[in-house]
């Protein structure tokens, strides 16, 4: 897939459910959404990066 865009950025709190990223796959858009609530310790891609099976989108702490 194909990293559209990254909503959140590094330092930042996150909420449960909240989106944080898109990425689209097979023409179709997916929200990647906060699980818990948590602080972006980093964002390891940026918008337009394709992505590999298994690649690091964002570390939290």
Same mark, same amino acid.
């Given at each position: 897939? =194909? =990293?559209?865009?990254?909503? +959140?950025? !590094?330092?930042?709190? #996150?909420? @449960?459910?909240?989106?944080? @990223? #898109? +990425? $689209? !796959?097979?023409?179709? &858009?997916?929200?990647?959404?906060? $699980?818990?609530?948590?602080? =972006?310790?980093? =964002? !390891?891609? &940026? @918008?337009?990066?394709?992505?590999? #099976?298994? $690649?690091?989108?964002?570390?939290? $702490?």
């Amino acid at each position: 897939g =194909v =990293v559209t865009s990254i909503t +959140v950025k !590094a330092g930042e709190t #996150v909420e @449960a459910g909240q989106a944080i @990223a #898109v +990425v $689209e !796959a097979m023409k179709m &858009e997916n929200i990647l959404r906060a $699980e818990k609530r948590a602080i =972006v310790k980093r =964002v !390891a891609i &940026e @918008a337009g990066a394709s992505l590999a #099976v298994d $690649e690091l989108i964002m570390e939290f $702490e």
